[in-house]
């Protein structure tokens, strides 16, 4: 279901996942790849940098933007522990990413499919082609590990 390359993405994304854990932050990480290259990585930082929109995915979205000196990611997939919320959908969508690939659900505010279904819509103006599962896991363990010791 998953190739090789796409694991190796995703292994990158939780590694980025980790560095959050090891720094208090919620475990999330993601890549923007282009041409089967990382061209930017994302890890929550809502906490250290007290900004609600430091999620994951805008962190990658922004660092891949920049290296390649355009806010459209044309052509460019992004690889994420867990399934983004609405804000991070809509920046997909933005960028015009053209597909995207989840490791874990997130049952109170997943926007691809546990909540809503927002990337089907059909009203958007740019598809977000995705899947799930890669990794899940590994991505739901990390989670559930951070939040009991926060408990």
Known sequence: MFSPKERLFMERAFE?????????????????????????????????ENDVTSHAEINAIRDASRNIKNYRLNNCSMYVTLEPCHMCAKALVDARISSMVFAALEPKTGSVVSIDNFLDKKILNHHVTYNYGLMADESSNLLKEFFKIRR
């Open 16 to 48: 980025l996942a980790v560095e959050c854990f090891n720094n208090e932050e919620v475990p999330v990480g993601a890549v923007v790849v282009k041409d089967e290259k990382i061209i930017g990585e994302g890890r929550n930082k809502v906490i250290s």
